[in-house]
T-cell receptor, first 117, second 118 residues
Framework: AQTVTQSQPEMSVQEAETVTLSCTYDTSESDYYLFWYKQPPSRQMILVIR??????QNATENRFSVNFQKAAKSFSLKISDSQLGDAAMYFCAYRSYTTSGTYKYIFGTGTRLKVLA | DSGVTQTPKHLITATGQRVTLRCSPR?????VYWYQQSLDQGLQFLIQ???????AKGNILERFSAQQFPDLHSELNLSSLELGDSALYFC?????????????????FGPGTRLTVL
């Protein structure tokens, strides 16, 4: 069974600095998707970035980028020029294809990011 | 706005009662997922429906049940409520079809229903 591990329950970063959140996963599949979701204090789940496993190029979305290491099964999120609005819980997620013909999503336990002014 | 709607936003009830949470997926999305998030915890997957059929079950209690209707909206029924059922309940939808189509297929989350059991 697939698993997703976020080993950092909490991280802090100074405003304008860069921080990296870690995520590792375990799978025997070769084709899959990985996601980072952000959950601010409003509790709304917001997609930050996605990565297709068949793409070697790391995904980027403005100040957010990933370091996808397929062989190492690692999927870290880098936030550059951190802003106060980046303070949130961040969840790493893996999409798996199921035998029933649909997909299931497996979430990590989350990393709480604090941004210090 | 994700396009996924959930009602009600807040629900306060007493132990032993029964409640129904409603979710309308994004237009065109066939899959609906239900999650439970207790205070400062991660997301616990409860159940998934695809085009009206149950497709996967997670850690869903026997006191809980769900269904997806022909118009694709879904309801999560929680009965014999206990204090520990107090949580934020999320519905998410995706356009996950079958086959090997390469699309984004992320989940789109509704705003959640906050359930408080007193």
């Amino acid at each position: 069974a697939q698993t997703v591990t976020q080993s950092q329950p909490e991280m802090s970063v100074q405003e304008a600095e860069t921080v990296t959140l870690s995520c590792t996963y375990d799978t025997s599949e070769s084709d899959y998707y990985l996601f980072w979701y952000k959950q601010p204090p409003s509790r709304q789940m917001i997609l930050v970035i996605r990565q297709e496993a068949y793409k070697q190029q790391n995904a980027t979305e403005n100040r957010f980028s990933v370091n996808f290491q397929k062989a190492a099964k690692s999927f870290s999120l880098k936030i550059s020029d951190s802003q106060l609005g980046d303070a949130a819980m961040y969840f790493c997620a893996y999409r798996s294809y199921t035998t029933s013909g649909t997909y299931k999503y497996i979430f990590g336990t989350g990393t709480r990011l604090k941004v210090l002014a | 706005d994700s396009g996924v709607t959930q009602t009600p936003k807040h629900l306060i009830t007493a132990t032993g009662q029964r409640v129904t949470l409603r979710c309308s997926p994004r237009s065109g999305d066939l899959s609906v997922y239900w999650y439970q998030q207790s205070l400062d915890q991660g997301l616990q997957f409860l159940i998934q429906y695809y085009n009206g059929e149950e497709r996967a079950k997670g850690n869903i209690l026997e006191r809980f049940s769900a269904q997806q209707f022909p118009d694709l909206h879904s309801e999560l029924n929680l009965s014999s409520l206990e204090l520990g059922d107090s949580a934020l309940y999320f519905c998410a939808s995706s356009d996950s079809g079958t086959g090997s189509e390469r699309v984004g297929n992320e989940q789109f989350f509704g705003p959640g229903t906050r359930l408080t059991v007193l």
